[in-house]
């Protein structure tokens, strides 16, 4: 079994895990490669998933592929290297790009949000911060 294989089966196992406890609505959120996974997911499970959210997002080349099947709205924070435009001109055909949220932190490296991030550094702390809540806003909207 690959890894994409066997994470999907862990989501869909906590899926339905959720609905066995009455929980109606879903985002999923990727974190570099994780956004594969999430956008793999949205595609396979429409009717499972609001909203889907890429932090610092690592699609390996097939951003228009995927995204341009996606019918749900996206969170995108893209860091200095990381794929913006393409993701974007991808989803602006989608019925969920009215609602989704693109921001690119250049300034950024590519895993801000998580383990590269040095959160002593007042620049990257106020990052996080903004894409905590631009992040908690957006699903507040769309779940």
Same mark, same amino acid.
């Given at each position: 079994?690959?890894?994409?294989?066997?994470? @999907?089966?862990?989501?869909?196992?906590?899926?339905?895990?959720?609905? #066995? &406890? !009455?929980v109606? &609505?879903?985002?999923?959120?990727?974190?570099?490669?994780?956004?594969?996974?999430?956008?793999? #997911? #949205?595609?396979?499970?429409?009717?499972?998933?609001? $909203?889907?959210? =890429?932090?610092?997002?690592?699609?390996?080349? &097939?951003?228009?592929?995927?995204?341009? &099947?996606?019918?749900?709205?996206? =969170?995108?924070? *893209?860091?200095? %290297? @990381?794929?913006?435009?393409?993701?974007? !001109?991808?989803?602006?055909?989608?019925?969920? $790009? *009215?609602?989704?949220?693109?921001?690119?932190?250049n300034?950024?490296?590519? %895993? =801000?949000?998580?383990?590269?991030?040095?959160?002593?550094?007042? !620049?990257? #702390?106020?990052?996080?911060? !903004?894409?905590?809540?631009l992040?908690?806003? =957006?699903?507040?909207?769309?779940?």
């Amino acid at each position: 079994m690959c890894v994409m294989q066997a994470v @999907d089966k862990d989501i869909n196992a906590t899926v339905n895990a959720l609905k #066995a &406890k !009455e929980v109606t &609505k879903f985002a999923m959120l990727g974190f570099c490669w994780g956004a594969a996974q999430a956008v793999q #997911a #949205a595609i396979a499970h429409p009717q499972t998933y609001s $909203a889907v959210g =890429f932090l610092h997002p690592s699609l390996f080349g &097939k951003e228009r592929e995927l995204c341009s &099947k996606m019918q749900i709205p996206l =969170f995108l924070a *893209s860091a200095s %290297g @990381d794929p913006y435009e393409s993701i974007q !001109e991808a989803m602006s055909g989608t019925k969920g $790009a *009215s609602k989704s949220v693109y921001r690119q932190y250049n300034n950024m490296v590519h %895993g =801000f949000c998580s383990a590269r991030g040095n959160f002593d550094d007042p !620049e990257d #702390a106020k990052a996080v911060g !903004e894409v905590i809540g631009l992040l908690t806003d =957006f699903l507040r909207a769309n779940l």
